[in-house]
């Protein structure tokens, strides 16, 4: 018998579609996240002026460094620009070596549950949450995936204690040096997709303390961080909370998982994870 590929001439991920149709100009479409050709359109003269830019500056040091295998973290110049950059949009100092470059964020949380959690471990998630990233966490059905509690549009932190804690005990989780993580946390702690709500300081607080007492790590899909529009910076990114300089600080169990394809081009490709040197460097020598 023989079988048909079914191959449809499709320029683009909603070529076809009616509901998530971003390129109708009778409609401003908030069904998706993703710029519609209005704001794309600037992208051709930038990317033009950058990637001239960029060509000539290799062809003066005749390395071709560019075409070359790259480091595992990223490009060494472009993460210290990245950091430059969230700095100061962030209005908090990022790190340079605490970055390490994707190709946007559903690849870095692939990363993330591919390297540092137990393969039978568990993955957390508010009981209302974004759906794709349930479809990344269903290619690996050795992990349970738990449901967590929304209180306010925002999750029930009591609740999310409690369901940690008790899960713990259930399970004879695989941990090694590399996979330091039995649980995670999975949330969208800025922007909430789909409620649109931010986790206020207190309770990013209490996440953090969550985290470090039971050995897990809070992944934040921080994607909405920058489309901020208010007066001064964004809400504090709840990686901001681990600070290594706590008293009870365990070595990292925040991170922080984003990309531009919100704010830029999606077909850039372009993502990183911003997280502890002992997740950083896991990820880096996989």
Known sequence: MT????????????????VFNVYDKEITNLSVGAPGPDLLKHCVEMLNQCTRHRLEEEAKE??????????????????????KFLSTRYGNSVMRENLLLTCGASHGLQQLLNNILSPNGVIFVEEVTYMLALEVFKQFPLIRVVTVPMKDDVVDVDALEKIVAEEKTKGNYFLNDQKMFWAMYYTISIFHNPTGMTLPPDQCKRVV??????????????????????????????????????????????????????????????????????????????
């Open 62 to 83: 005749g390395k071709y460094y560019l075409f070359q295998y790259g480091a595992t973290a990223g490009h060494w110049e472009c993460r210290n620009e990245l950091a």
């Open 209 to 286: 303390e969550i985290a470090r007492n039971n050995s897990i790590v809070v992944v934040c899909d921080d994607v909405y961080s920058l489309l901020y529009y208010g007066d001064g910076y964004p809400p504090r990114r709840l990686f901001s909370y681990d600070n290594p300089e706590d008293k009870n600080y365990k070595g990292g169990n925040v991170v922080s998982n984003s990309s531009f394809s919100k704010v830029f081009a999606p077909a850039m490709r372009f993502g990183w994870i911003e997280s502890s040197p002992r997740v950083i460097n896991t990820i880096k020598t996989s």
């Open 3 to 18: 079988t048909v590929n079914n191959d449809p001439y499709l320029r683009h991920l909603f070529d076809g579609e009616t």
